[in-house]
């Protein structure tokens, strides 16, 4: 098993920035591919990021594409979500999410293929 634990999330202004973690333990990192999910009250968990275990790919969802980044240290064992040019419609709680991964530079989109998540962290974003 791997264990997740998100980090960074706060009040911030439309416009201003953000830095997520996700730090991990229990397995080897660089095995896992890694993604960002977003849920807002009332709607369905949606996909934000994902990134190869090697870190070689990544992937975003059009409406954070040119605004997030997704990074990775493996040294570290931690994920990164680098939010800019935040915008209230961004509010919501942010979880990382682990999937084993025989490949560099495969990325994981869907939810239901992730085996291990975090706790979430909460992003608000004021107009």
């Known amino acids: 098993q791997v264990q997740l634990v998100e980090s960074g999330g706060g009040l911030v202004q439309a416009g201003g920035s953000l830095r997520l973690s996700c730090a991990a333990s229990?397995?080897?990192?660089?095995?896992?591919?890694m993604g960002w999910f977003r849920q807002a009250p009332g709607k369905e968990r949606e996909f934000v990021a994902a990134?190869?275990?090697?870190?070689?790919?990544?992937y975003y969802a059009d409406s954070v594409k040119g605004r997030f980044t997704i990074s990775r240290n493996n040294a570290k064992n931690t994920v990164y979500l680098q939010m800019n040019s935040l915008k209230p419609e961004d509010t919501a709680v942010y979880y990382c999410?682990?999937?084993?991964?025989?490949?560099?530079?495969?990325?994981?989109?869907?939810?239901?293929?992730?085996?291990?998540w975090g706790q979430g962290t909460q992003v608000t974003v004021s107009s």
């Open positions: 999410a682990a999937e084993p991964s025989q490949f560099n530079t495969i990325v994981v989109v869907l939810h239901t293929k992730y085996d291990y």
């Open positions: 229990g397995r080897t990192f660089s095995n896992y591919a």
């Open positions: 990134i190869s275990r090697s870190g070689g790919s990544t």
